[in-house]
């Protein structure tokens, strides 16, 4: 079993891509469906090609705590954290998703980021207990979200998937193979991630498919995780901001951890009590899609931001961004315009983001 019989199996369930098969399918027929099962019933999204780092030996919680922004050693088993890898400056240079096992730290990143974070923390691994593994080769992730998804995971897996807290983990076995299940925030709806090896995926596929789960696409989910105000790293954050200008730092930063590589810039602009600027969600009165880079004005036509991504939200029938904007203009219903292709400008409304990652 491979990608290319997921991928067979797709293309039997009416999936269309708009580029090439090694991705998720954009859709399959039908966005708004696919949107409204996710919000209202389960749906099943695939996040193939996720990074994927396993940290083992004794000092891992201790090794990893020292480079990440969030409190890594209060982590028992059966737990996890959002965080940000910084460097000494504070910039970002990884968000990831932490989950910790008895053996092991599981860091769950956007796709193409694993290199980059495996090197980074490779060159500060001197003597410490600690092995690197790059699993994204043999690891794949299916996303199961709605308020129906943790019933319907509970029979096929046999867990409390419902009972599972905001990043907690788990374990369990399809067809003989592990697979990890990961409480995660992306959507802000209540939603599972389910990581299995690659062999695993198709047969995990069919039986959550056909247990009631809606086949999704990379339109929906981009709609969804836009509205949660959830960061694609290199596309919407990336080195050039600090932690705090994501606009997560609730969830992803401690300020009562201790030293860690980039905590005293963090530490001073928190006590400073602002940033300059701000990730936030827009929901554009218009159907147009505006393009990445698209500008952000305030009601006097001055530059505040710009869009990183955007969606059409098949819930609001309008387009929603994510977009840089000055702090001052970054309060929910503030009311701002997005000038798109050819000049053309759109009213547009700092919106809050959707934050639930519990619940089911």
């Known amino acids: 079993m491979s990608i290319d019989d997921l991928r067979t199996r797709q293309l039997a369930q009416s999936a269309r891509w708009e580029g090439e098969r090694t991705a998720a399918p954009a859709d399959f027929g039908s966005p708004a469906d696919e949107y409204r099962a996710a919000t209202t019933a389960a ?64 860091l ?26 790059h699993r994204s080769d043999e690891l794949e992730e299916l996303l199961c979200v ?10 096929l897996l046999n867990i409390d998937a419902a009972g599972m807290p905001a990043y907690g983990v788990a374990r369990a076995e399809v067809d003989g193979h592990p697979v990890q299940i990961r409480r995660t925030p992306w959507t802000g709806h209540p939603e599972w991630a389910l990581v299995a090896p690659v062999v695993a995926l ?32 290199g596309i919407d954050i990336s080195e050039d901001n600090i932690a705090q200008e994501a606009n997560r730092t609730e969830r992803a930063i401690s300020f009562t951890k201790g030293c860690y590589l980039g905590q005293e810039p963090i530490a001073r602009l928190d006590a400073l009590g602002h940033v300059n600027k701000l990730l936030c969600v827009l929901q554009v009165d218009s159907d147009q899609i505006p393009p990445a ?23 609001a029938g309008q387009a929603v961004a994510l977009a840089i904007v000055k702090a001052s203009h970054a309060k929910p219903e503030t009311a701002v315009s997005v000038r798109g292709e050819g000049d053309q400008s759109h009213a547009a409304r700092v919106c809050e983001q959707r934050t639930s990652a519990s619940g089911g």
């Open 146 to 155: 709605g308020p129906e998804a943790g019933g319907l995971l509970g029979e």
């Open 202 to 233: 198709p047969g995990l596929w069919d039986q959550l498919t056909g247990s009631g789960c809606q086949p999704a696409g990379a339109l929906a989910f981009d709609a969804l995780r836009i509205e949660a105000g959830t960061p694609r790293y």
């Open 43 to 106: 749906a099943l999204f695939d996040l193939t090609g996720r990074t994927h780092i396993e940290l083992t030996g004794g000092d891992r919680a201790t090794f990893l705590h020292n480079f990440c922004s969030n409190d890594i050693k209060k982590l028992a088993a059966g737990q996890g954290c959002e965080a940000f890898v910084t460097n000494i400056k504070g910039r970002v240079l990884g968000h990831v998703f932490v989950f910790a096992t008895e053996t092991s730290l599981w």
């Open 108 to 133: 769950d990143a956007d796709p193409g980021c694993g290199n980059d974070l495996v090197a980074h923390l490779d060159k500060y691994l001197i003597v410490e207990d600690v092995e690197i593994h």
């Open 293 to 315: 880079g698209a500008t952000v004005m305030d009601d006097a036509g001055n530059e505040i931001g710009r869009v990183t991504s955007a969606a059409l939200s098949p819930g």
